[in-house]
């Protein structure tokens, strides 16, 4: 079990707790019973959003394969959120990105946006940044404090301060941090949150990059502060949700402070309809290192990233199921006084293919 530094933590939860938050908590009244509706990763993109020509493969996978499958995983979400439905949260690289100037990459937010807003009528769409939001030439790293950030603002029907995408909901008793992974602070904003919300029943982390690594292609991208936050969310007896991966994960840790799940949500429409495989691709934290491609240790660049993984052991988890569900679908949280249950549908059904008890008094 990982040893905690009992001092240090405690100065990080002063350092927070005496100061001002700079990220303000929006607050909703909430029911005791609801559900909330998570999208992964669906890389929305089109010809129109570029003006370099595209190699045909980044085509087929962006263009014809987006129109096709992942709009059907968004219409059997929004079917799944009519009823009982608080808000809907999209994860991280809502569109592909590598736009030619922070313009298109803009227009592209702005039309999957509003995309998303005719699939989810009613309900209010929150989000978070992810890698690809920011990935472009020109200047369109700027697209997501452009033009994400005022559609958020837009949503919550208010115009708060906002670090990046970092903020956070108080949606009744319970606590959703949405955090941003690309600003030096964010952990901090995150701990205040925490701290300026000491009441919450129930506490949300949402983030694009993982907490715990579940990811082949750079196994060592995590949540950049982890280390400072994992004791702090599962002292909080929290529940991270993010996505990334591209592939479904359901992963529970657990140190000195106590037991923290993490459910990893991808949407990209690749698989949509298929027949959901019963296997689990790895069903341990060793075995899905032993398949890490040799390559990646030798790399320089990635150095830093083999550093964050040798922090973590396999003993450290309780749970470690990566990719053990078709790698595309949406996951429906159900909420209530007692219980925090995941949902995950992987076609359009109408029943989840598998249902996860994250939390459970």
């Known amino acids: 079990m990982k040893k905690l530094s009992v001092l240090a933590a405690l100065a990080v939860l002063l350092l927070a707790g005496c100061s001002i938050p700079e990220v303000e908590t929006v607050k909703f009244p909430g029911t005791d019973h609801y559900q909330v509706t998570f999208i992964g990763d669906i890389h929305y993109d089109g010809p129109q959003y570029h003006i370099k020509p595209m190699p045909e493969r980044a085509k087929r996978l962006h263009f014809t394969q987006w129109q096709g499958a992942s709009q ?11 009823k009982d439905t ?7 690289d809502m569109i592909q990105g590598d736009c030619d100037n922070a313009d298109l990459q803009g227009a592209a937010y702005q039309d999957i946006f509003a995309m998303l807003k005719k699939y989810f009528a009613g309900k209010m ?6 890698n690809h939001g920011h990935r472009g030439l020109s200047d369109a790293k700027y697209a997501p404090e452009r033009t994400l950030v005022p559609l958020i603002k837009k949503e919550l029907g208010r115009d708060i301060k906002m670090v990046g995408t970092n903020y956070a909901v108080r949606y009744g008793k319970d606590l959703y941090i949405f955090y941003d992974y690309l600003p030096k602070n964010s952990g901090k904003l995150a701990i205040d949150a925490l701290n300026s919300n000491a009441d919450a029943r129930h506490v949300f982390f949402l983030t694009h990059l993982p907490m715990f690594p579940c990811s082949i292609g750079n196994p060592g991208w995590v949540v950049p502060q982890f280390k400072e936050l994992i004791p702090l969310l ?9 996505a990334h991966t591209h592939s479904m994960s359901d992963i529970v840790y657990k140190c000195d402070a106590g037991i923290l799940p993490q459910i990893t949500v991808t949407s990209m429409g690749r698989e949509w309809l298929k027949k959901p495989k019963s296997e689990i691709r790895y069903k341990s934290f060793d075995e899905w290192k032993k398949n890490i491609r040799p390559a990646f240790y030798k790399n ?10 040798q922090y973590f052991k396999n003993e450290d988890f309780i749970r470690y199921r990566v990719g053990h569900l078709e790698p595309s679908g949406f996951v429906k949280i159900v909420i209530n006084a007692e219980k925090v249950s995941a949902h995950i549908f992987t076609d359009n059904s109408g029943k989840p293919s598998k249902t996860i008890v994250l939390k459970d008094k």
């Open 72 to 82: 059907q995983v968004l219409a059997a979400a929004a079917e799944q959120s009519k």
């Open 86 to 92: 608080a808000f809907v949260v999209q994860l991280g």
């Open 125 to 130: 769409l929150l989000a978070v940044r992810g």
């Open 234 to 242: 599962a002292r909080r007896k929290a529940i991270v949700i993010n």
């Open 300 to 309: 320089p660049k990635y150095k830093w990233s083999f550093e964050n993984l």
